[in-house]
């Protein structure tokens, strides 16, 4: 079962900044928080990922609070082209398997 | 460079049939992942390779669910005894080295009659 809880959809208008929240109360301190999105008919596209620190790369930041029960994703500048489902995934470092939950399907809307 | 490809794209069945799906990793990949992901659901992880040995399968929901991975590059999903309840998209992913991102392939598509 997946560890996550995430709002089934969400909407944002194209050019702000789109913040994704996940929860995740029951996480460990040898798990990471990483998100991946796909985009309809691909396969999952992965995002960043973060252990207890902020995280920043080129396209998200990940804020993860300091208890670690829960996270945000940020689009910056949200585009069409990020329209997909977004999910948020916690993940044992000494496992492999990644256990995806239903995700938010984020809708940017011009 | 080429990423994770999968064959065929689509493949549909009849109940009862035997079916294999391919996954080429991408080169150089050690660690080879398959999921199947239903409508509206997010991917299910199934079975995971590091090189030629299944170091996990206990996602594969029963004993009709087979993989290889003989030379720790190319793996097979096979299917015996297809069921309409195995219809889905299954999904490969491959990542260089333990907990390294994972990159996906687009998936079968399978339907069984």
């Known amino acids: 079962d997946a560890k996550t809880t995430q709002p089934p959809s969400m909407d944002c208008a194209e050019g702000r900044a789109a913040n994704l929240p996940c929860n995740h109360s029951t996480i460990s301190g040898n798990e990471y928080v990483y998100w991946y999105r796909q985009i309809h008919s691909q396969g999952p596209q992965y995002i960043i990922h973060?252990?207890?620190n902020n995280e920043t790369n080129e396209m998200a930041s990940l804020i993860i609070t300091e208890d670690r029960k829960s996270s945000t994703l940020i689009l910056p500048h949200a585009t069409l082209r990020d329209t997909a489902v977004y999910y948020c995934?916690?993940?044992?470092?000494?496992?492999?398997?990644?256990?995806f939950g239903a995700g938010t399907r984020l809708t940017v809307k011009p | 460079g080429a990423g994770v490809s999968q064959t065929p794209s689509n493949k549909v069945t009849e109940k009862g049939k035997y079916v294999e799906l391919r996954c080429d990793p991408i080169?150089?990949?050690?660690?080879l992942y398959w999921y199947r992901q239903s409508l509206g659901q997010g991917p299910e992880f199934l079975i995971y390779f590091q090189g030629t040995g299944a170091a996990d399968d206990s996602g594969l929901p029963n004993d009709r669910f087979f993989a290889v991975r003989p030379e720790g590059s190319v793996s097979t999903l096979k299917i015996q005894r297809t069921e309409r309840g195995d219809s889905a998209v299954y999904l490969c992913?491959?990542?260089?080295?333990?907990?390294?991102?994972?990159?996906f392939g687009p998936g079968t598509r399978l339907t069984v009659l």
């Open positions: 992913a491959s990542s260089d080295r333990l907990n390294n991102e994972q990159f």
């Open positions: 080169s150089g990949h050690t660690a």
């Open positions: 995934i916690v993940r044992d470092i000494l496992n492999n398997d990644m256990r």
């Open positions: 973060g252990l207890k």
